[in-house]
């Protein structure tokens, strides 16, 4: 099976290449620094030509309103290279609890690329992960002043980047969902409790104080980043990871 992974140098696009091509099926990977710009469509139609299905890990660089307008252009410039380039099958990674998350517009244009693959011509599969393990540290150093790390009691259920990585390739290599698989972790923290454990694990000096205003997870309400009942729980435990 030829698979293009649009954003196949990244994290997450890096092992599902790696995997899917271990697998025994043609993996190419994407990007910027191949020469495919999903904004412009520069290098898209050739990326995907011959491709039977096409996976979508492309992010948006930043978090603010540009967000929505990455995401809209590149989801309907992606669609319309496949459809012509004959694809059958277009696979995205998104966020788990994204579509409860109003407050926050990065996650308001999760779910606008979402519906602009849902409506569009091709069979579809949408994969929606809860946070990643490996982004805790950045999620600490955003509200990070000093020696402090504020952070709210935010519950989350990190996912390790390995783990996303073999169910988006065994997604991929598989026939269309045409509907969302969402997917988890095995443990649910509050994300305060979350920044200790990887500051006792790995110690550099700063300590955690419980802040329920702090970073944009304080816009989160109840549990709606964790998993739902029907979430596929994915092996790593966070401490396993962190050691």
């Not at 660089?61 to 540009?66: E, G, I, S, V």
């Not at 579509?99 to 244009?109: G, N, R």
């Not at 979350?194 to 300590?207: E, F, K, W, Y």
């Not at 304080?218 to 596929?232: E, I, Q, Y």
Request: proline fraction near 5%; aromatic fraction near 6%.
């Amino acid at each position: 099976m030829e698979i293009a992974v649009i954003g196949g140098t990244g994290l997450i696009g890096s092992q599902v290449v790696k995997k899917l091509n271990a697998a025994g099926h043609e993996a190419v990977p994407h990007s910027l620094s191949t020469g495919v710009d999903v904004i412009t469509g520069q290098g898209l139609a050739e990326a995907v030509v011959g491709a039977d299905v096409v996976v979508n890990l492309t992010n948006s660089p930043t978090f603010d309103d540009a967000s929505r307008t990455f995401f809209r252009t590149s989801m309907e410039n992606l669609l319309a290279a496949c459809h012509k380039g004959g694809v059958g099958h277009v696979a995205i990674l998104s966020i788990v609890g994204a579509d409860q998350v109003s407050d926050l517009v990065y996650y308001q244009a999760k779910v606008l690329q979402e519906s602009v693959l849902k409506a569009g011509p091709i069979p579809y599969s949408i994969v929606r992960a809860t946070q990643f393990m490996e982004f805790i540290d950045a999620v600490m150093s955003w509200t990070t002043e000093g020696d402090t790390v504020r952070l709210p009691t935010t519950p989350l259920q990190p996912i390790a980047a390995q783990d996303i990585a073999d169910i988006v390739a065994e997604v991929a290599a598989g026939p269309p969902l045409n509907g969302t698989l969402n997917i988890a972790g095995p443990d649910v923290f509050p994300l305060d409790e979350l920044g200790r454990i990887t500051l006792n694990a790995h110690p550099d000096g700063r300590t955690v104080v419980t802040d329920d205003t702090a970073g944009m997870f304080a816009a989160v309400h109840g549990n709606a980043l964790t998993a739902k009942s029907d979430a596929r729980i994915a092996p790593t435990h966070y401490s396993d990871w962190l050691s």
